[in-house]
């Protein structure tokens, strides 16, 4: 007997359209509003700067200008900014569980709904 | 039993039009991925310094080359509109198969965004150069995907048509930077002295953390597999197309790598919005500005245009099967595309594009092509042990099984660890709307779905089951 799905409503459907969209935007947005997103790197700029002290040679020094950086005040941070790459090791395990645990959850339960579809289609396991 | 007739008799009625040969797949493959070349690649290389990008370029191209014959195979076999959402819908199940078709949609909605927001900056910059700096983008990203979304809205024999002419040029003004600058064009010279003064700024994390962006260079080539069911021969178009696309990328972004980094001081390259045409700008050659100008707005164009028809095949291909509401599986009378998916997923390119940084878009993008291609692997897997090679009929069958996906999962995982240093935060909210929208899906959206339906291929039953 072919399983025959629930007929769905206008409003049904467009919650469905909504929930999934406010699950889009909110996994993009709340990290950014929080603050939380982003590896922004942290300038050390160095005191009174030349071009020599931020490590630039004479071709480098044309490349600046030819870009519209003459200054090198004006390249300072842009040159001396450095990402932290220290991380928690907490974190990594967490985030390692997270990816793993999600392929598991959802070939799991995909393999319990293909039985169905492939039951359907072909008829029961002999 | 008769609401089922009458549903096959109008998908019979209305199917997308099978109008589209290997060079359309080529240009729908390296239209999305060659504007990879004229922005973001780069911060791999703020990520981990010059040679950490170079590195990143190739392991990345490694990565790709294992999704492309992965890819080749499975798609030359299952070819049906939604790539990989057909894939897993075959192969898995329902419930990866739904979550892969939000990879797809997120993947290419982001890129599309990001793409967007590139030609307002690039826009930004001339207005800046010629004395105009204030420049308002938002008008010129919003009429950017409507433009391209009407463009496929229309039809697409002449979006893919486009996306070739302009890809085209686009890829060819990477090839004459090149050569001007080799044959001595740009009045700054070649300077690769960071490679020996300042190597690894990072050392060798940096060219981990590198990968991340590195995946910039070519992801969307997978989406050649998206046209599956509007090619006039996938089983020939599709692998062929594919291959020939990769292998374009490889050229082009080594290409890039070295005219941008021996151009550009690595500090600006690993920061700049626009590379090759900053590049273009270094030379002080005004043709060359030109073209760069102009390769990087085709670039962005392109990328955009088959965002907009991939992101939509995915979620009309939802739609028909009622994975989401149904409304969205609808063909347009005319033109014989998924008009409403098209529509619907305009203003959603619009929120990202307006309102979030490039590098968070690009990184979002980046994440859901991840869990695509880990996906890949174990469906590989399962793809060989339940319908072995003697079994069916396949259009292509990749060599060295299971190399390339052993090959592919060591990559994606050590890219996983690439975007938790800096981008832990987004990796997490990202995983954690995944296993929201499935826990949705399992239990509350699979009641609207018709469980025989969900296999379509002539193939044999699965071993096993």
């Excluded at chain 2, 892969?100 to 590139?118: K, R, S």
């Excluded at chain 2, 990328?249 to 626009?274: D, F, H, K, N, R």
Aim: hydrophobic share 50%; with cysteine; glycine share 8%.
């Amino acid at each position: 007997m072919a399983y025959k799905p629930p007929k769905q409503g206008l409003f049904g459907q467009v919650f469905d359209v909504l929930t999934l969209l406010v699950l889009t935007v909110g996994a993009l947005y709340i990290p950014l509003y929080m603050g939380l997103a982003g590896a922004a790197k942290v300038p050390n700029p160095v005191a009174n700067p030349t071009w020599q002290s931020l490590g630039q040679n004479a071709a480098e020094q044309q490349q600046w200008a030819a870009l519209g950086i003459t200054d090198p005040a004006a390249a300072n941070n842009i040159i001396t900014a450095r990402f932290d790459y220290s991380f928690s090791w907490v974190a990594l395990v967490v985030m390692a569980v997270l990816v793993v645990g999600y392929f598991v959850l959802v070939v799991r339960l995909s393999d319990r709904e293909y039985r169905e579809v492939i039951e359907e289609r072909f008829g029961e396991k002999r | 039993m008769a609401n089922g007739t009458t549903s096959k008799t109008q998908t019979e009625r209305l199917q997308l039009l099978r109008v589209l040969g290997p060079a359309h797949i080529w240009a729908l493959g390296v239209g999305i991925v060659l504007v990879g070349e004229y922005m973001g690649w780069n911060f791999s290389v703020g990520k981990g310094g010059m040679i950490a990008g170079l590195i990143a370029c190739w392991v990345a191209g490694l990565l790709y080359t294992c999704v492309a014959m992965i890819d080749s195979e499975v798609t030359s076999t299952v070819a049906a509109a939604g790539g990989q959402y057909a894939q897993a819908k075959h192969i898995v199940g329902p419930l990866m198969a739904f979550n892969v078709g939000l990879f797809l949609v997120m993947a290419y909605t982001m890129l599309e965004a990001a793409n967007a927001i590139t030609v307002g900056f690039l826009l930004d910059t001339v207005a800046g150069i010629q004395g105009h700096s204030g420049l308002d983008q938002h008008p010129f990203i919003v009429l950017s995907i409507m433009f391209l979304a009407w463009l496929n809205y229309r039809g697409v024999l002449a979006t893919l048509t486009f996306n070739l002419v302009i890809t085209a040029i686009a890829f060819l003004a990477i090839i004459v930077l090149f050569l001007s600058v080799q044959f001595g064009a740009s009045s700054v010279p070649l300077d690769f002295s960071a490679i020996t003064n300042d190597p690894l700024p990072y050392g060798w994390v940096g060219i981990v953390a590198s990968l991340h962006f590195g995946l910039w260079y070519y992801l969307g080539i997978e989406g050649t597999c998206q046209a599956a069911e509007e090619v006039r021969s996938p089983a020939r178009s599709l692998p062929y197309g594919t291959m020939a696309g990769i292998m374009t990328l490889l050229i082009a972004a080594t290409m890039t790598w070295y005219v941008c980094s021996g151009l550009i001081p690595w500090e600006y390259l690993g920061q700049a919005g626009t590379p090759l045409f900053d590049a273009a700008r270094v030379t002080g050659n005004s043709w060359l500005m030109v073209l760069l100008f102009v390769g990087t707005m085709f670039a962005t164009l392109a990328s955009a245009n088959g965002c907009i028809n991939d992101a939509s095949r995915a979620w009309f291909s939802m739609g028909r099967d009622r994975y989401l509401p149904s409304w969205f599986g609808a063909v347009h009378p005319v033109y014989r595309t998924p008009y409403r998916a098209i529509v619907f997923l305009v203003p959603i390119a619009l929120i990202f594009a307006l309102g979030a940084p490039l590098d968070q878009v690009v990184t979002f993008s980046i994440l859901s092509g991840l869990l695509g291609y880990t996906f890949m692997t174990f469906n590989m897997i399962m793809f060989r042990n339940k319908w072995p090679l003697d079994t069916i009929k396949r259009g292509y069958v990749h060599p060295f099984h299971p190399l390339p996906t052993i090959v592919l999962l060591t990559l994606c995982s050590t890219a996983y660890f690439a975007v938790f240093l800096g981008y832990g935060t987004q990796l997490i909210a990202m995983l954690c709307f995944y296993i929201i929208a499935s826990l949705w899906f399992h239990f509350r959206r699979y009641q609207f779905v018709r469980r025989g339906d969900q296999f379509t291929m002539p193939w044999p039953k699965p071993r096993g089951y």
